[in-house]
């Protein structure tokens, strides 16, 4: 007998796939603009800010964990909103570990941009939100990258998940925290079958994203 009940581990998976994908399609959302900003605007202290940036790309999630829990804990400043051990929780912590990796990758992409195609779009009369249009089309591939690898990190997340989500049963378990309570618990093989099932999903879920990704819009 599984110590998971098949309905149960079939609402963590999907748990784990609402946390990590909306924290990459939101924290997306938000860096690709910076980065890409980033990549094509020139202005003072520009090297500092891509430092800084490039600096959270080692940010330990428990550390970000650790600055969502203060934020919405009793003594915190958003206690109110009663957010702690929550789903939104957990996808505001993934989202500091999210944001950084799209926006530096997606920054680097740009400013890979052969400068004649700007030169071009620009030649024609093309607004600067226009050209950094132009420079995320063409650099399509190293922004899926960046998603990608953005995901990757999300849903293989576990120290920010445990502390502000709590691995409550049927309320904020995703595989990657019951992993940790099977091993914890001695159940090493059904831990490993966890395991094993988040990877075949991130495999299916990468195989989709590179299809895009080498596909680029028709």
């Known amino acids: 007998m599984l110590p998971i009940p098949p309905d149960e581990l079939i609402e963590i998976t999907l748990r784990s796939l609402l946390v990590s994908g909306a924290a990459t399609a939101l924290g997306s959302l938000l860096a690709i603009p910076l980065g890409s900003w980033l990549g094509l605007t020139r202005f003072r202290g520009k090297r500092i800010a891509k430092t800084i940036l490039y600096t959270f790309y080692g940010f330990p999630p428990v550390v970000a964990g650790l600055i969502v829990f203060f934020l919405l804990s009793g003594k915190g400043p958003f206690a109110e909103l009663d957010l702690l051990f929550t789903i939104e929780a957990m996808i505001l912590a993934e989202l500091i570990l999210?944001?950084?990796?799209?926006?530096?990758?997606?920054?680097?992409?740009?400013?890979?941009?052969?400068?004649?195609?700007?030169?071009?779009?620009?030649?024609?009369?093309?607004?600067?939100?226009?050209?950094?249009?132009?420079?995320?089309?063409?650099?399509?591939?190293?922004?899926?990258?960046?998603?990608?690898?953005?995901?990757?990190?999300a849903v293989s997340e576990v120290g920010a998940a445990m502390l502000v989500g709590g691995n409550i049963q049927y309320h904020t378990r995703v595989l990657t925290t019951a992993v940790v309570q099977e091993t914890r618990q001695g159940n090493f093989e059904y831990a490993a079958t966890l395991g094993g099932i988040l990877l075949i999903i991130t495999f299916g879920i990468y195989y989709v994203l590179g299809y895009f990704q080498e596909r680029g819009p028709r």
């Open 98 to 153: 999210v944001i950084p990796l799209v926006a530096g990758i997606t920054l680097s992409s740009v400013a890979e941009v052969d400068q004649s195609v700007l030169d071009t779009a620009r030649a024609l009369g093309a607004s600067r939100r226009q050209v950094r249009a132009t420079a995320l089309r063409e650099a399509r591939s190293g922004v899926m990258t960046g998603i990608m690898v953005a995901f990757g990190g």
